[in-house]
């Protein structure tokens, strides 16, 4: 009888947590996705220098030459993550991020893993179930639906 308030009042709070919207829950994984990429895109531009010495004697990415590496990873990080963020082509844009990740944490830091896997578990979550309907991607969807074929 003690139990039965609090169990009640957890029952309740368990019920509102599951009716939060899909699309609000991976607006905040696209936030999160966007942020992380978005800001790292930013410091390899601020001091492009400093980011092609760390591409030519750190960032050991194999099969791409430094210069070309440093361009590829500040496009990826800029464009892919706006895309993730306003929704548009935005599983193939998780998946090349996701992509990035994995080269990352293969060739350039094998023990950030933690950082790495808390990105996966955001961006997996985008890739699986899409972008939801606050997207530039469910727009078309609904557009190209509206025209007969």
């Not at 070309?68 to 993550?81: H, I, Q, R, Y």
Request: charged share 15%.
């Amino acid at each position: 009888m003690i139990l039965a308030k609090p169990v009640a009042l957890a029952r309740r709070g368990i019920r509102l947590l599951d009716r939060v919207p899909y699309s609000l829950l991976v607006l905040v994984a696209r936030c999160a996705t966007f942020s992380v990429f978005f800001r790292s895109g930013l410091v390899k531009l601020d001091d492009w220098n400093a980011t092609l010495s760390l591409f030519e004697n750190e960032y050991h990415v194999p099969l791409l030459p430094p210069d070309f590496a440093a361009t590829l990873a500040a496009s990826m990080e800029l464009g892919l993550s706006t895309l993730v963020l306003v929704g548009l082509l935005t599983r193939l844009s998780a998946l090349g991020l996701l992509g990035m990740v994995l080269v990352i944490q293969l060739f350039v830091y094998p023990m950030a893993w933690p950082d790495h896997i808390q990105w996966l578990a955001f961006m997996i979550f985008i890739i699986c179930r899409g972008p939801g309907v606050l997207s530039l991607d469910h727009l078309l969807d609904r557009r190209l639906a509206d025209k007969p074929a």
